[in-house]
């Protein structure tokens, strides 16, 4: 028999025992867009967590390109445009680019929709999303921005459409609107940073939509930090569910993209790459020239932040880790270390 019989029946043996060696892709709902099932998290690269610089970002998206990953997630808000830019002026792989705005007004949803081909010097974004709904009544006050993606993706701007929550009750709503075609929850095996509900109640609501075709990418897989204790068992716990095509990490080394890679690939994390990793605490740091104005307690969904003697402080218990109060803070004060 030939080398390349027994090769093959090699190969057959890895798949059939669950290791196959290469990051699966997958079609992202009804869209006809597909994705690997790790998509690039793109918030702690820039100037909201690590604040690497373009250069340096671009290094470790295209260590995730060349390791297998085709989808990178990112928002304006996040400022890793440039990051992105420079990153997709280095491959010549396809690469889908999900971003996302605040945007409520049809004025507003044209400037980011040209703010984000303008800074990654793209045509065509593949996914838009409305950024952070927390309600119905949130969806509905965003409508006109909402049809304006809608219009760009008629004219071919826009691939698809869809929202980014931390509520159940906006995955929901979704599953009622169906130009809603792609849903970022958040999804972790505690439910830290869902605002309205259980991760049973969010996982329900997710399938209901799943099952209706619309693509679902998750977020927050370790709990914006909080779980990296629990590592391989919390990504285990949201690669295992059938009903979430794609899942967002956040990868601010190169370190931690072959961790990820080969836990998504089923294959051993290196000893001493796992170690180190393992090792990094993270935590929400406040500098001293905080002025206590508040409008990071306000920012704050998880209720995570408090004024005590005139400065912010952090409850590390309730925090996530998702760095949105930093950008509300108009002294640059507050970083994730």
């Known amino acids: 028999m030939s080398v390349s019989y027994f090769f093959l029946c090699f ?3 890895k798949f059939l025992s669950g290791w196959c060696g290469f990051l699966q892709y997958v ?5 006809g867009i597909n994705v ?3 998509c690039f998290g793109g918030l702690i690269i820039g100037p909201l967590q690590a604040d690497l610089s373009p250069c340096q970002g671009a290094q470790i998206i295209l260590k995730a390109i060349e390791l297998g990953v085709n989808f990178i997630d990112t928002a304006e808000l996040y400022g890793t445009y440039p990051h992105i830019r420079e990153a997709l002026k280095k491959t010549n792989k396809d690469i889908v680019i999900a ?3 605040y945007a409520y007004s049809k004025e507003g949803a044209m400037e980011s929709v040209e703010k984000a081909r303008r800074e990654m010097d793209i045509d065509v974004i593949d996914i838009f999303l409305l950024h952070e709904q927390e309600s119905r009544l949130t969806l509905k006050g965003h409508r006109d921005a909402l049809e304006y993606y809608l219009s760009m993706k008629e004219k071919g701007i826009i691939k698809a459409v869809g929202v980014s929550t931390h509520n159940v009750e906006v995955v929901e709503a979704c599953c009622d609107m169906p130009e809603i075609e792609v849903i970022h929850p958040i999804v972790n095996k505690t439910g830290i940073g869902i605002g309205d ?9 997710v399938e209901k939509a799943f099952n209706m075709g619309k693509g679902i990418y998750s977020m927050k897989p370790l709990g914006g ?3 990296i204790g629990s590592y391989e068992e919390a990504l285990k716990f949201v690669l295992d569910l059938p009903y979430i095509h794609s899942i967002a990490l956040g990868m601010q080394s190169v370190d931690e993209v072959i961790m990820n890679i080969c836990m998504f690939k089923n294959e051993k994390v290196p000893g001493h790459i ?4 393992q090792k990094k605490q993270r935590h929400l740091h406040i500098d001293w020239w905080c002025t206590g104005c ?4 306000r920012r704050c969904k998880q209720g995570a932040l408090y004024i005590d003697d005139g400065k912010a402080k952090v409850c590390e218990e309730k925090c996530v880790l998702c760095s949105y109060c930093a950008s509300v803070c108009p002294e640059f004060a507050i970083k994730v270390c």
């Open 11 to 13: 190969l057959c043996e």
């Open 27 to 31: 079609n992202l709902g009804n869209t």
């Open 36 to 38: 690997s099932r790790l």
């Open 99 to 101: 971003t996302k705005s």
């Open 197 to 205: 509900g259980t991760i049973d109640e969010m996982l329900k609501a």
């Open 225 to 227: 930090g909080n779980l």
């Open 274 to 277: 796992k170690e180190s990793l």
């Open 294 to 297: 508040g409008k990071c307690v």
